[in-house]
């Protein structure tokens, strides 16, 4: 499976695409940030992100793509520019009918270093180990890219697995009414 991972942001938005499956070795096929200028309007930044993830979608073809899933914080501006660069890597992904899933921070750190409380400096060194990199990935958010990847092959598979026996399986009956302990039967 290859699976592109997007941590998005306005101004640096992380992307890494990984190729494996549960239980074999991790390859990095690509990481890289599609960068835009903070003085810019957001109309024209916006455009920058969708050319930045169409040529990497044409570049590497991905299977799935997995996003980090937008968090609230105190800066409001913030979180705006996350959320509209999550939204456009979203839009290309589905406009190629590429399937699309959110993890989010916690889930990745968790999957990656076994804490979701795990700070970037873990993420980024457990990256760099589980796909046997000679140097850290840099900057953060194309780590951040790369385990959003990790963790979808890791734990996505096994979600979407388990949903699809769920699907397959027949419907059961509901269980029958029971009457309460002590009441008369």
């Known amino acids: 499976m290859r699976v592109l991972g997007v941590d998005p942001g306005l101004t640096r938005c992380g992307i890494g695409v990984v190729d494996g499956a549960p239980g074999r070795p991790l390859r990095m096929a690509g990481v890289g940030v599609v960068r835009t200028p903070a003085e810019a309007d ?3 930044r916006l455009l920058l992100v969708e050319q930045g993830m169409e040529a990497w ?13 937008v968090f609230a914080q105190h800066n409001v501006r913030t979180v705006m520019g996350t959320a509209q660069a999550s939204a456009v890597a979203m839009l290309c992904a589905t406009r190629r009918g590429i399937p699309v899933t959110l ?12 804490s979701g409380r795990a700070d970037k400096a873990q993420v980024t060194a457990m990256v760099q180990r589980l796909l046997r990199l000679d140097a850290p990935p840099k900057p953060a958010d194309a780590a ?3 385990a959003l990847a990790i963790c979808h092959i890791w734990r996505g598979g096994a979600n979407d697995r ?6 397959k399986a027949p419907a059961r009956a509901p ?3 029971r009457a309460p302990r002590g009441a008369a039967r």
């Open 42 to 44: 957001i109309g024209p």
């Open 144 to 146: 951040d890219a790369l």
């Open 162 to 167: 388990i949903a699809a026996a769920l699907a």
């Open 175 to 177: 269980y029958p009414a």
């Open 57 to 69: 979608l044409d570049e590497y073809r991905p299977d799935l793509v997995a996003v980090e899933r």
């Open 103 to 114: 993890h989010t921070p916690s889930e990745v750190k968790a999957a990656v270093t076994g």
